[in-house]
């Protein structure tokens, strides 16, 4: 007997991030592009909120929400963000090992009481994070079926 298959949630969620990994010239612009919306205040640092912020403007605007379609309630159905809630449990493993790149410097940011570059994604670190983002929702997501409830049929997490 064989494992299934990446559901098509997952393959949706990993399609719209996996391409920034890649080394070529048409990912670098990709990353550079994404990389400044996903830094909104400029510092060249990634928080894991700025992340999120970021990867949820991706999947909504591969997966704008549907007025013609509706989900079980009747309201519009929202696939992006449908799909950034089912796989957000991993989003934090995710970011932890893509901050940890790089060697941290241990020099604490300037404005911040402790915080060094090993808190947040960097500039060069974010060449990974979308693609361990990708493949953490991957490895997860079996575990996250047993334990919190991902439907086959819908990426709702759900308790149990």
Same mark, same amino acid.
């Given at each position: 007997?064989? &494992?299934?298959?990446?559901?098509?949630?997952?393959?949706?969620?990993?399609?719209?991030?996996?391409?920034?990994?890649?080394? !070529?010239?048409?990912?670098?612009?990709?990353?550079?592009?994404? @990389? =400044?919306? #996903?830094?909104? %205040?400029? %510092?060249?640092?990634? =928080?894991? &909120?700025?992340?999120?912020? $970021?990867?949820? &403007?991706?999947?909504?605007?591969?997966?704008? /929400? %549907?007025?013609?379609?509706?989900? =079980?309630?009747?309201?519009?159905?929202?696939?992006? /963000?449908?799909? $950034?809630?089912?796989?957000?449990?991993?989003?934090?493993?995710?970011? %932890?090992? #893509? /901050?940890?790149?790089?060697?941290?410097?241990?020099?604490?940011?300037?404005?911040?009481?402790?915080?060094?570059?090993?808190?947040?994604?960097?500039?060069?670190?974010?060449?990974? =994070?979308?693609? !361990? @983002?990708?493949?953490?929702?991957?490895?997860? !997501?079996?575990?996250?079926?047993?334990?919190?409830?991902?439907?086959?049929?819908?990426?709702?997490?759900?308790?149990?």
């Amino acid at each position: 007997m064989s &494992a299934p298959g990446p559901s098509k949630e997952l393959s949706q969620f990993s399609a719209c991030f996996y391409e920034l990994g890649e080394k !070529t010239d048409e990912a670098a612009g990709l990353r550079k592009a994404a @990389f =400044s919306k #996903a830094d909104p %205040n400029g %510092n060249g640092l990634c =928080s894991l &909120a700025e992340l999120e912020t $970021w990867m949820l &403007a991706v999947l909504m605007a591969k997966h704008p /929400k %549907n007025p013609k379609k509706k989900d =079980s309630k009747g309201n519009p159905l929202e696939r992006g /963000k449908d799909l $950034w809630d089912a796989f957000r449990p991993s989003y934090i493993r995710a970011f %932890n090992d #893509a /901050k940890d790149f790089k060697a941290d410097t241990g020099k604490v940011i300037e404005g911040t009481k402790s915080a060094t570059d090993d808190d947040f994604v960097s500039k060069g670190e974010f060449r990974l =994070s979308a693609p !361990t @983002f990708a493949c953490m929702v991957r490895c997860l !997501t079996p575990l996250l079926r047993l334990t919190v409830g991902v439907r086959d049929e819908s990426p709702t997490m759900t308790s149990r």
